[in-house]
C-alpha cells in the first residue's frame, strides 16, 4: 500500500528546518548584504550624458524610384539612418575627437586598493588629503594632473607609466621597469636624455611622493575605448532622429566628449555636402571655356560670311524652322542626359529607359524633317541657318552651365549639411551606476538564497538521526524514552565545567518541572518493567560516542528514581574520564579502581549525594589499565555487593565504539541502555554500536533519544510534532 506521505510537502518541516538553521542564514544573509554594501561604496560612479541629432531624408522621387514611395514603409527603414549611426561610431569621426581631446594619453592618480578611489571621491577640501596610515605614495583626495602631451617609443607604447611628483612643481617619470626616463617641471616641456620621450604637464598638483599612473596608447586603442562607451540608435522607428549617449566616471568629460563627437559629425557632413558642391562646380568651370570657345567660334564663323556674303536676312520660314531645329536639339540634349542617368541604376532594357529611347527616335525623326525643309532652302539660306543655329544652341547651352555654376558657387558658400543637433550634450546630475539600492537588494536576496542553499546541501549531506521513530524502524529496537533538549540543563554544565557547581546543580533538583524531567520520569517506569524479567537489578548506560549526554542520562535519571522511594546507586564506571562527581560536589578518590586494587573497602567508596536514597561510587584513581581492571573479578564482586544494598544501580559507562569498556560491564549488568543524541549519529554508527555489544554477548535492550528539539517540532505537521505536556501548579 502506498505511502501518501512521503508524497506530502510538510511545511511544518520547512519552518522547523529554517529555525533549527536560522543564525546560519541570517549569518550568511548578512555576510551577502554587508559585502553588496562594501561593494556600492567602492565602486566607481558612473555618468552618462545623451544627445540628440535629426538627420533630412535625403530621398527624392527620381526615375523609377518614384514608383516605389508608396511601398517604402513595407520595405523597411531608410538606409540614410542606418549609415549615419555607423558614421558617428567610425575611426573618421572618433578619431578626430581623441586627437583633439587628447585622448590617447591617460593619466591618473595612483590610488590604494579597494577602497582608496573611494576615499578619494567623498573628500571635499582644497588641498591634497593628508595620506591615511602614513601611506604617502598614494592619492587620498584633491590630486589633479594635466598632461597636454606625451611621446614616448613605440616600445612603451600602451605600457603603464609612472609619475612621482616632487618638490616645488617638479615630477620624475619612470616606465613598467622602474627605470627613471625623465626629470622636468610643470609648465616646462622635458624629454628623456635620447629624445625618444617627451612630456608637457600644465597643471600637477599633488603631494610630494604622490604617484600618478600615465600611458600613451595608440589611436586604435583609443578610438576603441571610445567606442565601447558610446551608443548611438535611432530614437523612434523612421523618425530620424538618432539618440547618443556617452558614459564615462568623469561627468565634465562624459559631456565635453558627447559635444565634440557631435561635433565632428555635424562638421564631417558639412564637409561632405562642401565637397560634393566643389566637385561638380569644378567640373562645370573646367566645361565652360570650351563652350566660350564654340560659341565665339560659331559667332565669328556666322559674322564671317555675313561680311562676305553681304547682308544675308533670314526669311521668316527659314527663321521658323530655326527655331524648330534650335528647340528639337535642346529637348534631344536633355532627353539624352536623363538616359545617361538612368543608365547609371538601370540596364538597356529597363522600362524607362526604352521610355527615353523612344521619345529620342521620335525628336530625332522630327530633327530630320527639319532637315529635308532646310535641303529645300536656298544654299545661301542653308547656310546662313546652320552658322545661327550653332551660334544659338552655343549661346543656350553656355548661358545654362553659367547659371548652373553660379548656383552652386552661392550653395557652396550656404552650405549647412542635412544633419542638425536637436539636444546638445547633458549630463544626468546622478550616476547611472551602480545603483546602490539595488545592490543591496539584490546581495540581500542572493544571500538568502545560497543560505538556503548551504542549508539544503548541509541536510542532504547529514544522515544523521533526527527522530525516534527513525531508530525504531531502522534497528528494530525500541526507544524508552525521548528526552528534550534543555536550555537549563547548558547552563548547569557549564557551571560544572567552571567548577561551580553544588547539589542544586542538578537538573532534577534546580528544575524537576522541566520537559526533560518529566521524559525522564517515563523512563523510570519504562525501566521498572525492562528489570522485572532481569537476573540482576543493574542497568548500564552508554552511547555510541561521546558528548551524547549519557552522564546527563545516569544523574538525573537517579536522582528521579530515588525520589520515587527507589533505592539507588549510581557507579561512575568511566575509569578514563569519569566526572560525575563533579556534579555532586564530592571527590574522585577512594572510588572503583581504588576498590579493584584492594585499597580502599565497600563502606569506603560508597558516598553520599545529598539525596535522600541516592548514593555515589566514584571511578576513584585513574588507572593505566581500565579495561584489564574491570576485567578484574573484584569488579564482578563489587556489582554484586552494591546491587544488594540498594534496589536500582546504574553503571555510568564510556562510549561503546571508543573503548571496549562498556561490553565488559555489559556482561556484569541486567539490561544496557545506549543513549542517541538527535542530530549527531548516522543510522550505520548506532548498528555498529549494537553490533559491537552483540559480538560481547550483551543485549543491548534498547534506546534513550537524547537532545530532542521540542521548538522544533512545534511546527511540524501530525504525529511526529506532537510532545504532550501535563503539569500541576500550585
Known sequence: MRDDKDDFINLGEIIAVLLEYKWLILAVTFLAVFIGAVTAFVSTPIYRADALVQVEDKKSAKGGLAALRDVEAVLGDATSVAAELEILRSRMILGRVVDRLNLSIRANPDYFPVFGRALARRYNGDEPAAPFLGLGSYAWGGERIDVQSLEVPSYLQGLPLTLIAGDNNTFTLYDDQDMRLLEGSVGQAAASADGKATIFIAELVARPGTRFNLARVGQTQAIAALRDNLEVRERARQSNVI????????????EAVLNEILNAYVRQNVEYRSAEAEATLGFLESQLPELKGQLDNAEAAYNEYRQNRGSVDLTIETQSVLGSIVKVDNDIVVLQQKRDELRQRFTAEHPQVKAIDSQLGRLNAVRGTLDKDVNRLPDTQQTALRLRRD??????????????????????????????VIDAAATAPLPVAPRKALILLLSGVLGVLGALGLVWAIRSLRVVVEDPQTIERELSLPVYATVPASKEEAVLSRAIARGKADKSQLLALANPDDDAMESLRSLRTTLHFALLGAEKGSVLITGPAPGVGKSFISKNLGAVLA???????????????GHINKAFGVQRGMGVSDYIMGVAGLEQIVKPTGIDNFALVTTGQIPPNPSELLMHPRFAELLAALEKQCDVLIID?????????????????????LVARAGRHPVRELEQAIKRFDQAGVEVKGFVFNGFDLTRQRHRFGYEGYHYQYKYKA
Do not use: F, W
Request: a positive charge; aromatic letters at 2%; glycine letters at 8%.
Open 653 to 673: 559507562a564510556p562510549p561503546v565504539l571508543a573503548v571496549s569498556d562498556a561490553a565488559i560491564i555489559g556482561r556484569q549488568v541486567g539490561a544496557t541502555l
Open 391 to 420: 551660334v544659338e544652341v552655343a549661346t543656350a547651352l553656355y548661358t545654362n552651365l553659367l547659371n548652373s555654376a553660379q548656383q552652386l558657387r552661392v550653395a557652396r558658400a550656404g552650405t549647412v549639411g542635412d544633419v542638425r
Open 243 to 254: 539618440e547618443a549617449a556617452y558614459s564615462g566616471v568623469d561627468r565634465a568629460q562624459v
Open 563 to 577: 525520589q520515587a522511594g527507589k533505592r539507588v546507586m549510581l557507579v561512575d564506571g568511566d575509569l578514563r574520564k
